[in-house]
């Protein structure tokens, strides 16, 4: 099975809402799967490593707007 990927111009906005519409998928299949569901354990295991993927390449506002210790660190000795 290939890997196929594709570039897709979302705004942080779409993504936002994306991940909101994950973590809800998230919520049912895992009442779902808890019932006896072995088709909603295998859906919720393929959403959460969407979700892991999406986090990953998502940058965060956070890291954004304040730097990191090490980054503050770095920034002090140059």
Same mark, same amino acid.
């Given at each position: 099975m290939a890997d196929e990927s594709h570039s897709v111009d979302l705004t942080a906005h779409d993504l936002q809402l994306i991940e909101a519409a994950l973590q809800t998928q998230e919520k049912i299949l895992s009442v779902q799967s808890? $019932? =006896? =569901?072995? $088709?909603a354990r295998t859906r919720l295991n393929d959403i959460k490593g969407l979700m892991r993927r999406l986090r990953r390449q998502t940058p965060s506002a956070q890291s954004a707007a304040t730097p990191s210790w090490s980054k503050a660190a770095r920034q002090l000795f140059r």
């Open positions: 808890r $019932a =006896g =569901g072995s $088709a």
